[in-house]
């Protein structure tokens, strides 16, 4: 058995414990030969041993058989095609183009639904015949048959209701602190990032409170007048900690030269750009210059530690109204609140529907859209709401597809750097799964898990605000530097069917007038670079850089 592919920064948190149980010498043992010897030992199973962030392909020469894998949550891509019955193994699609040889088709079924729903299957690129692994699944290659099997079970984690509330703040703070400092490697190349927002702030605060000698490379954002700047809580980590972030003037990038949708596309050729990363990249290359290989963001404390509102739908079906009745006198909206859930998730679909139209709402029709896509939720009709909420954040196929095509590993490819997520440690997410929802959305606030574990650590400015930053004034900055008559007066993805003009026209009216939502704006943005993206990429004679 030979290795054929492993993701680069692909680590395994519990690596030392593999190489003990394999009777490996731990530092005479590379990743690879791990890797090998974990298979040859165990087998399939040998994933249910490991964590971290990984991908990779094995091929046994005997038995003609590839084996491939990716880590539970999808932080390292894996694609694969197969041209003149060869298969080709990458964790970049510029590589694996190069690699195969192949020609570039698009993928209909893909752009139609990322158009229409925002989101793609599991499995989908924008490119006919060109795939990815979904994450915590393993697939072999025998003979030109293909298997796919999914070796992380979320599903089916039980909630722990014996467990006090005192008992999960800390294991929280343990498994936090764990997954923290596995992602560092060497403090003096790695960069923390610093929003002023409850997720980057906790794993600053909880690096600064255990290690107060230990300077930090931190990194701040400011966006000057713009409504999303956060400096007043980024004040109070400075003030609490006695630290100086490196500040970073978003504001000031002029999105018409030096960050332009064509260095957008140089660097992130193969996805469309979707929400507000672009303003990543000249926060990378500025940490890049200081000399930083490694980035700590706070991405994924939305997915993990949020909760939801079902918390109430949980109360209530238990019959615990005492605590249902706590939880509505810390609710503002709590008419809202009871209309969409107490009541609306006893209502069936089409009951909805007929009420809806009783009351002159607009309304689609009760039949749900054909869409190329299914969820573990969709798959498991039966479990509790928030499991659910909170289980579709982690494990659906927006994250998937967030952590595949949201320029992550195209930024660490072009800029030399590397992004790690402790909020994605999958002990951690494990943990968090399995918490009572009243733990999760408490006192009627979000993350409230979070905000109890960091009492005493994260300044009370930050660890009690109920509102976060929104960035759909970047985007207004961004949409504002394109030239948009040529790009959306006669939109290919219309001529192609894949949208109606209508639906471009409306936003595209909001936009002009100044009467767009932040979610329109959003969904403005992905017209916007769907179309841009097809045309570069397809249309080169219709395509203006």
């Known amino acids: 058995m030979e290795l054929v592919f492993l993701a680069k920064g692909s680590r395994f948190d519990n690596r030392d414990e593999l190489c003990r149980d394999l009777s490996l010498e731990i530092s005479q043992t590379s990743d690879e030969t791990l890797l090998v010897k974990a298979k040859a030992l165990w087998g399939t199973s040998c994933l249910e041993r490991m964590t971290?962030?990984?991908?990779?392909?094995?091929?046994?020469?005997?038995?003609?058989?590839?084996?491939?894998?990716?880590?539970?949550?999808?932080?390292?891509?894996?694609?694969?095609?197969?041209?003149?019955?060869?298969?080709?193994?990458?964790?970049d699609l510029e590589l694996l183009f190069e690699k195969s040889g192949m020609k570039k088709?698009?993928?209909?079924?893909?752009?139609?639904?990322?158009?229409?729903?925002?989101?793609?299957?599991?499995?989908?690129?924008?490119?006919?015949?060109?795939?990815?692994?979904?994450?915590?699944?393993?697939?072999?290659?025998?003979?030109?048959?293909?298997?796919?099997?999914?070796?992380?079970?979320?599903?089916?984690?039980?909630?722990?209701?014996g467990i006090t509330q005192y008992e999960a703040v800390e294991r929280f703070r343990e498994l936090f602190e764990q997954a923290i400092h596995s992602r560092i490697d060497d403090y003096e190349t790695t960069a923390f990032e610093l929003s002023g927002g409850l997720d980057s702030s906790a794993i600053v605060s909880s690096l600064c409170f255990r290690k107060k000698r230990q300077p930090l490379n931190i990194y701040s954002m400011r966006f000057g007048d713009l409504s999303c700047d956060e400096g007043e809580y980024i004040d109070s980590m400075a003030s609490k900690y006695d630290i100086l972030p490196k500040f970073l003037h978003i504001d000031q990038t002029d999105y018409s030269k030096d960050y332009d949708m064509a260095f957008s596309y140089k660097?992130?050729?193969?996805?469309?750009?979707?929400?507000t990363f672009t303003l990543m990249f000249p926060a990378v290359h500025q940490m890049k210059c200081d000399g930083i290989a490694t980035i700590i963001t706070g991405q994924g404390g939305d997915h993990v530690m949020a909760g939801s509102p079902y918390t109430l739908?949980?109360?209530?079906?238990?019959?615990?109204?005492?605590?249902?009745?706590?939880?509505?006198?810390?609710?503002?909206?709590?008419k809202a609140v009871v209309k969409r859930y107490l009541l609306a998730p006893f209502i069936n679909k089409r009951t909805k529907y007929y009420i809806k139209k009783l009351?002159?709402?607009?309304?689609?029709t009760p039949r749900q859209k054909k869409r190329s896509f299914r969820s573990i939720v969709e798959k498991h009709p039966h479990l509790p709401n928030a499991f659910a909420l909170d289980l579709e954040r982690v494990s659906g196929p927006v994250q998937a597809m967030m952590m595949d095509a949201a320029a992550f590993h195209v930024i660490e490819k072009y800029f030399g750097v590397e992004y790690r997520h402790p909020f994605f440690d999958v002990k951690l997410v494990e943990f968090m799964l399995s918490l009572p929802p009243e733990f999760k959305f408490g006192r009627g606030r979000t993350k409230n898990l979070l905000r109890l574990a960091m009492k005493g650590i994260l300044p009370d400015k930050i660890r009690t605000r109920q509102d976060k930053a929104e960035f759909s004034s970047v985007l207004q900055q961004q949409i504002d530097a394109i030239d948009l008559p040529p790009l959306l007066d006669d939109p290919l993805i219309v001529r192609t069917g894949w949208i109606d003009k209508e639906k471009i026209d409306v936003l595209y009216g909001k936009y002009s007038n100044r009467r767009i939502s932040p979610a329109e704006t959003v969904t403005f943005w992905r017209y916007i670079n769907v179309e841009y993206w097809y045309r570069r990429t397809f249309a080169p004679d219709k395509f203006s850089a």
């Not at 009351?359 to 689609?364: A, M, T």
Request: aromatic share 14%; glycine share 6%; with cysteine.
């Open 52 to 91: 971290g962030d990984f991908a990779f392909v094995l091929y046994d020469k005997s038995e003609e058989r590839f084996f491939c894998a990716r880590d539970s949550l999808g932080i390292k891509p894996l694609y694969y095609t197969l041209q003149d019955n060869h298969y080709h193994f990458s964790g």
């Open 105 to 161: 088709n698009p993928n209909n079924r893909a752009i139609r639904s990322l158009l229409e729903h925002g989101v793609i299957d599991y499995m989908d690129t924008m490119y006919e015949g060109v795939f990815r692994l979904p994450p915590g699944c393993w697939m072999v290659i025998e003979k030109n048959d293909k298997r796919i099997t999914r070796y992380w079970h979320p599903e089916t984690i039980a909630i722990n209701y």
């Open 267 to 275: 660097v992130n050729p193969h996805w469309p750009l979707l929400v």
């Open 359 to 364: 009351l002159g709402s607009d309304v689609e």
């Open 313 to 334: 739908t949980q109360l209530f079906k238990q019959m615990r109204f005492l605590r249902l009745a706590y939880e509505l006198r810390h609710i503002e909206n709590r």
